[in-house]
C-alpha cells in the first residue's frame, strides 16, 4: 500500500455547522472519509459529586452507526461496550482540560458523538468537532446573559499518529491503521501543551527517539487542527 499523501500531511477536513436545521450546536465533523456528527446540549444540573461545590461538568456520549463501517456494527441498548465508555470518557476528559469548570457552575454540557462514518480516528474527530459545538453553546450562554464569563479558556485539539515499520505517519486511516506497529492518540490546548497522550503497540516496543518524533508530527497536525477550530469558530459567532 503506498500513501496517497505525505507521511506528515493530515487528510482533508470538513467542517459543516448547523447540521441539525436550527440547532446551532450542530457541527458535523469530516475527516477524510471518517464523519462524526457532535451535538452539545446544556442541562441546569451537575452529577452528585459536584453537588455544592460550585463546579459544573463537561461529558460526552458517544456511539457509532451500524453501518458506519463495511462490517455491520450491533446497536448498544443496554450496556456499552467497554472501548465505547472509554472513548466517551477520553472525549470528557478532552474538552474539559480546555475549560474552567467554575465557570459553568451548576450546568451540565453533554457533547453527544454519533459516528456516521468510519475510516479511522473517530475520537480524535470527536474531539475535534466536539470542541467547536462546546464553543458555540458556550459563547451563547455568554451573549444571553447565562453566563457571566466564557468557560474556554483554551482550544483543544487532536490528532492520531502511527508508526509502521521505520514510517511515522501523522493521522492514518482504516486501512493504515489495521497495520501499524504503535498507534496513538495525541490531545493539546492551543498553546500546544500536552492534555493527554494515549499509546497502544502491539508486540512492537519503541524508543523515545520514536516517541519524540510522534510528538513533533503530533504538535504540527494540531497546530493546523486548531486553526482549523479558529476559523470555523469566527464563522459560527460571526
Known amino acids: 500500500m503506498r500513501r496517497k499523501r505525505t507521511n506528515e500531511e ?14 446551532k450546536t450542530s457541527v458535523l465533523f469530516e475527516l477524510g472519509l471518517t464523519k462524526v456528527l457532535c451535538v452539545a446540549t446544556l442541562q441546569q444540573n ?5 453537588e455544592g461545590k460550585s463546579m459544573g461538568w463537561i461529558t460526552a456520549e458517544y456511539g457509532m452507526l451500524p453501518r458506519c463501517s463495511p462490517i455491520r456494527i450491533l446497536r448498544e441498548r443496554v450496556k456499552l461496550s ?18 474552567d469548570l467554575s465557570l459553568l457552575n451548576g450546568y451540565t454540557v453533554i457533547i453527544d458523538v454519533d459516528v456516521i462514518q468510519a475510516d479511522g480516528g473517530t475520537r480524535i474527530a470527536s474531539i475535534d ?13 455568554v451573549v444571553n446573559g ?20 521505520a514510517e511515522i505517519l501523522l493521522d492514518p486511516d482504516y486501512e493504515e491503521d489495521s497495520k501499524l506497529d504503535v498507534d496513538m492518540n495525541v490531545v493539546m490546548n492551543e498553546d500546544l501543551k500536552l492534555v493527554e497522550i494515549d499509546a497502544i503497540t502491539e508486540g512492537s516496543p519503541f524508543s523515545m527517539h520514536d516517541l519524540k518524533a510522534m510528538l513533533s508530527l503530533a504538535r504540527k497536525g494540531i497546530k493546523e487542527i486548531i486553526r482549523l477550530e479558529k476559523e470555523y469558530l469566527s464563522l459560527a459567532i460571526a
Open 82 to 99: 467497554g472501548r465505547n465508555q472509554e472513548i466517551q470518557r477520553f472525549i470528557g476528559r478532552s474538552l474539559r482540560a480546555g475549560c
Open 46 to 50: 451537575v452529577p452528585k459529586f459536584l
Open 129 to 141: 468537532g466536539g470542541m467547536i459545538a462546546l464553543y458555540i453553546l458556550l459563547r451563547d450562554m
Open 146 to 165: 447565562r453566563l457571566e464569563k466564557m468557560p474556554v479558556v483554551s482550544l483543544i485539539g487532536a490528532v492520531s499518529i502511527g508508526k509502521m515499520e
Open 10 to 23: 493530515l487528510r482533508p477536513q470538513v467542517v459543516t455547522l448547523e447540521y441539525i436545521k436550527g440547532e
